[in-house]
């Protein structure tokens, strides 16, 4: 089961610099994923999304990548910015489910 | 921008109390979905609705929690006999299509405290 108080993995990066941050996910029968961006005391906010047919999808400024063959899933954005400093989730969902099932996510934390 | 929209922002009750957290989805969204994340924990799903019908639930969704679409626009989640353990945040999402064909859209959340 999981622990109580999940630490998250925190990722800090200059601004201006590229950021990079990964996901595992579990599901091989998983065939649409999506990272999201949430702020402290926010909602989850949509940034991109990915189906299992492509391996990468630009947006602006972000780029996600999908590895099926490891199951692995990154959301790339350039020239982080202040206002990019949140917990980003990747989700999964397969096929015929309406449920997403989300990762532990990761913190981002800009440095000006 | 249409956006998801919860009632209200932070509700606090007393342990065995009922509570109906308050969602109005994007106006013309058909799905609709509530989601809790526990202070410091991943998001985890509880149920989602369709046509007046739950298509689908998680093991969390006992029966302590129901959900309704009283009118054309609300989309309510009760919880009958609050516990400790229900204090949580509780995300409100609605698409425009079924499944994995569209993006769920977040609300900003109720925080449910339960004392």
């Known amino acids: 089961g999981e622990s109580v108080g999940l630490h998250l993995p925190t990722l800090s990066v200059q601004e201006g610099d590229n950021s990079i941050i990964n996901c595992a996910y579990s599901?091989?029968?998983?065939?649409?994923f999506i990272w999201y961006k949430q702020e402290s005391g926010k909602g989850p906010q949509f940034i991109i999304d990915i189906r299992s047919n492509m391996d990468k999808r630009q947006g602006q400024r972000v780029t996600v990548l999908l590895n099926k063959t490891v199951k692995h899933l990154s959301l790339q954005i350039a020239a982080t910015q202040p206002g990019d400093s949140a917990v980003y989730f990747c989700a999964e969902q397969r096929a015929g489910s309406y449920q997403l099932t989300f990762g532990k996510g990761t913190k981002l934390s800009v440095i000006p | 921008e249409p956006e998801v929209t919860q009632t209200p922002s932070h509700q606090v009750t007393q342990m065995g109390q009922e509570v109906i957290l308050r969602c109005v989805p994007i106006?013309?969204?058909?799905?609709f979905y509530w989601y809790r994340q526990i202070l410091g924990q991943k998001v985890e799903f509880l149920v989602s609705?369709?046509?007046?019908?739950?298509?689908?639930k998680s093991e969390i969704f006992d029966d302590q929690f129901s959900v309704e679409r009283p009118d054309g626009s609300n989309f309510t989640l009760k919880i009958r006999s609050t516990k400790l353990e229900d204090s949580a945040m509780y995300f409100c999402?609605?698409?425009?299509?079924?499944?994995?064909?569209?993006?769920?859209?977040f609300g900003p959340g109720t925080r449910l405290t339960v004392l």
């Open positions: 609705f369709y046509n007046n019908e739950i298509s689908e």
């Open positions: 999402a609605s698409t425009r299509g079924s499944g994995n064909t569209d993006t769920q859209y």
């Open positions: 599901n091989s029968a998983s065939d649409y």
């Open positions: 106006s013309n969204h058909l799905y």
